[in-house]
Structure formats: structure tokens, C-alpha cells
Nanobody, 124 residues
Framework: QVQLVESGEGLVQAGGSLRLSCAASGLTFSQNVMGWFRQAPGKERGFVASISWGGGMTNYEDSVKGRFTISRDNAKSTVYLQMNSLRPEDTAVYYC?????????????????WGQGTQVTVSS
């Protein structure tokens, strides 16, 4: 079955950086849009970023534009989220997600696959 396994959780100070990874198995990775969502305590899960099958198209939630970068390595079936200039409001559980499409409006389309989530905590 499809598995998405996140790693890279951590506690960082405001202004710091962290890189999350998501290793996928059980799917044809290069034929899937991949992305990241996050859920802060007491809030709904929300879209963060997505990347098309070949990496040529990316999309970001407004508050992370210019600070976060999503990328993928299809040879390793892995998607990454590089997070710079972190803020306390970025504190959340971050979830890897996948869609069985080569492109999709990720912010408004429910994913077909979810990872188990990884905690990111940013201290002020």
C-alpha cells in the first residue's frame, strides 16, 4: 500500500531553518503531485505548498512564500520542504500529501494520500 513517511521534525528558534523530508513508497512517485499541509493546535489543517510531477510547477500558501521551498527527487521518491526564517506561528504538525495526478489545484483538492505528520516547533 501507499506509505508517506515524514522526517526532520525539530525545535528551532525564530529565524532558524529546518528541512522536512517525505519518503514515498507503493506508488509511481513521478506521476503524483506532492505537497505539504500543516495543522496548528486548535486550528484546521491547511495547505502549505505543492509541486508538480516534474518539479516545474510549485504553489505556496501566501504566508510562506519567499521563506519555504518545496522540491522533489523522483529518483529517491522523496519530497522536501526547506523552511527558512521560521516564525512561532509556523509551529504545527506538518503532513506530507500526494495526489494521483501530474498536476492539480492542491490547495483546493483533497489529497489521495497522507503521511502520519511530523512536529515543527518554533520558539520565540
Amino acid at each position: 500500500q501507499v506509505q508517506l513517511v515524514e522526517s526532520g521534525e525539530g525545535l528551532v528558534q525564530a529565524g532558524g531553518s529546518l528541512r522536512l523530508s517525505c519518503a514515498a513508497s507503493g506508488l509511481t512517485f513521478s506521476q503524483n503531485v506532492m505537497g505539504w499541509f500543516r495543522q496548528a493546535p486548535g486550528k484546521e489543517r491547511g495547505f502549505v505548498a505543492s509541486i508538480s510531477w516534474g518539479g516545474g510547477m510549485t504553489n505556496y500558501e501566501d504566508s510562506v512564500k519567499g521563506r519555504f521551498t518545496i522540491s522533489r527527487d523522483n529518483a529517491k521518491s522523496t519530497v522536501y520542504l526547506q523552511m527558512n526564517s521560521l516564525r512561532p506561528e509556523d509551529t504545527a504538525v506538518y503532513y506530507c500529501a500526494g495526489w494521483r495526478k501530474i498536476w492539480v489545484s492542491a490547495a483546493t483538492t483533497a489529497p489521495d494520500y497522507w503521511g502520519q505528520g511530523t512536529q515543527v516547533t518554533v520558539s520565540s
